[in-house]
């Protein structure tokens, strides 16, 4: 996760993934302030990488 002046960038927890290949996490950003989260899966033997990031906005 980075911020908006990208300035903090905060590794989360790993996810399992379910069968269906869908993941859900929970984060709490500390402030007010645009931030962008970025998941990404290294792929393997069936499955080719994939990367994918969205912005949230959170206001005071």
Not at 24 to 43: C, E, I, L, N
């Amino acid at each position: 996760m980075t911020n908006g002046s990208g300035s903090v960038t905060t590794k989360l927890p790993r996810v399992i993934p379910r069968v269906d290949g869908s993941y859900s996490f929970t984060d709490r950003p500390v402030g007010v302030g645009d931030y962008s989260y970025t998941v990404q899966w290294v792929g393997n033997d069936t499955n080719i990488p994939a990367k994918a990031s969205h912005n949230v906005r959170v206001q005071g």
